[in-house]
């Protein structure tokens, strides 16, 4: 079960981190980044409040989600490669 945990935390880490490329990877295509952040609205409204605690989940939580993506947003012109 700890093993589990710990892999957890990778997992979540990987996604924020994916969320943020996918920031940058949006901008040089050409779209709008907010897009992701009302595809985590949907997934969040979705859940209902049902959701497990995040120590347990793979994912990290919608909000925290909408929260690292509008900062990857903000600071997209020092993080994304030009």
């Known amino acids: 079960m700890i093993a589990q945990l710990i892999n957890l935390q990778y997992g979540r880490e990987d996604e ?4 943020s490329l996918g920031v940058c990877i949006m901008i040089d295509a050409g779209y709008d980044p907010q ?7 949907v997934l ?15 994912h990290p ?4 989600r909408i929260a690292e993506i509008e900062e990857a947003i903000r600071n997209a012109a020092t993080f994304c490669p030009q």
């Not at 939580?61 to 925290?64: A, E, S």
């Open 16 to 19: 924020l981190q994916s969320d």
């Open 35 to 41: 897009g992701m952040i009302g595809v985590q609205e």
């Open 44 to 58: 969040r409204d979705a859940s209902g409040g049902q959701r497990q605690p995040e120590f347990f989940s793979s």
């Open 61 to 64: 939580d919608p909000g925290n």
